[in-house]
């Protein structure tokens, strides 16, 4: 199972970004799907995940500016971040998790100027 994770790059303060992470190498789609992200010198951090399903959590910082969407037809799921700020800084990676194995993708950079 693969997540290749595509969307991020160089935006300025207030622009937007949607951010694309399609799951390759399994027929299922994975549960508890969601996105991290880990800005330099700080810890990997929860931006948004789904939960028991199609239920939606997001970290304090992003609500109301990021939302998290998936089409499982296409096996994939998305982040969609609007008034974007310089502290949204980071890499930012997707998970999901299939059979209690966690899975990840390479990391996607997304850099926000002021």
């Known amino acids: 199972v693969q997540l290749q994770a595509c969307g991020g790059g160089l935006v300025q303060a207030g622009g937007c970004l949607r951010l694309?992470?399609?799951?390759?190498?399994?027929?299922?789609?994975?549960?508890?799907m969601g996105w991290f992200r880990q800005a330099p010198g700080k810890k990997r951090e929860l931006v948004a995940t789904?939960?028991?399903?199609?239920?939606?959590n997001y970290a304090d910082s992003v609500k109301g500016r990021f939302t998290i969407s998936r089409d499982n037809s296409k096996k994939t799921i998305y982040l969609q971040m609007n008034s974007l700020k310089p502290e949204d800084t980071a890499d930012y990676y997707c998970?999901?998790?299939?059979?209690?194995?966690?899975?990840w993708g390479q990391g996607t950079l997304v850099t926000v100027s002021s």
């Open positions: 998970t999901g998790s299939l059979f209690s194995i966690d899975y």
């Open positions: 694309s992470c399609k799951i390759s190498g399994s027929i299922f789609m994975l549960n508890d």
């Open positions: 789904y939960t028991n399903g199609l239920n939606t």
